[in-house]
């Protein structure tokens, strides 16, 4: 069983608590396995708490920090979810790459249940999410037409393809609020759009990680064809439950894999997205929010 830690911020941090690469898990995905040196860390943040505890330990030799997303048993709704809590722990941990894994349905026939899709955009349909974690006194735009890290997009594609996983390395994944499914109406409508699947978690995720200058990336695992399907209706859950943990077993073996080819130094530009962001005035800055905000604007200001 892992040990038990709380981080309540930077200095508090130790070597036992600290990790290179956090893997967020979706549906199906609720441990990481192969983690040595296993403990969990409870990271107190300025926005809450986090999904679950955060499991922390080493994977192909690199310091890896895992988050259940809807905590484990399944808990939490895409809705309810702590976002900023859930990023800002992995910010103060140490994290710079962040590998999410993620449930969703195709809204296009060449993408079939039990292959992968790495997306390379976003469209968000969400309604009301806090999705920022600016404000309070201060206010930053960071640049987003390229929502995903260019270099670990490419990872994650290539190593599915050397483990003979059928995987789409490009296309548009639609983020819905939930929890209820599409309509047909909306489904057609995806569909005229040329989205490629649909999910209700990983836009608000990558748009976080990117205020906080960590790389974001996710493997789409594609359980089901959406209700616009003629054969939709035939599906049963076992089915769908099928697809979803043969997906699971894969992502975890893409996982670890593409773990292991992730390079120590990142040639992205995500690592300075608020560079030039910040807009107000530095000495405008209310001192509550310096202190909130000190793991990802520290540096600028």
Known sequence: MASRKTVKGRSA????????????????LYAMGGLT????????????????????????????AFLARHGRGHRILPSELNFRANIYAMK??????ILSVSAVGSLQENLRPGEFLIPDQFFDSTKGRKSTFFGNGIVAH???????????SAILGRV????????????TY????????????????????????????NVTEAKLAREAEICYATIAMITDYDCWHPEHDSVTVEAIIGTLNQNASN????????????????????GSA??????????????????HLAAIIGKYL
């Open 92 to 97: 103060l941990l140490g994290v710079q790459r």
């Open 37 to 64: 040196e296993a403990r969990e860390i409870r990271v107190k943040t300025p926005f809450g708490d986090t999904s679950d505890a955060i499991v922390v330990g080493k994977l192909e030799g690199k310091r890896v």
């Open 174 to 201: 639609i983020c819905m609020e939930g929890p209820q499914f599409s309509t047909l109406a909306e489904a057609n409508y995806h569909r005229a759009m040329k989205f490629s699947v649909i999910g209700m978690t």
């Open 251 to 270: 992502a975890q073996t893409v996982l670890r894999e593409a773990i292991k080819a992730i390079s120590a130094e990142r040639g992205c530009k995500c």
């Open 160 to 171: 599915s393809r050397e483990q003979k996983i059928t995987v789409h390395e490009k296309g």
């Open 274 to 291: 608020l560079k030039h962001a910040i807009l107000t005035d530095r000495k405008a800055v209310p001192a509550a929010t310096k202190k």
């Open 13 to 28: 941090r130790t070597k036992a608590a600290s990790a290179e690469i956090g893997v967020i898990g979706g549906s199906g």
């Open 142 to 152: 960071v640049t987003f037409d390229k929502p995903i890290c260019p270099e670990l």
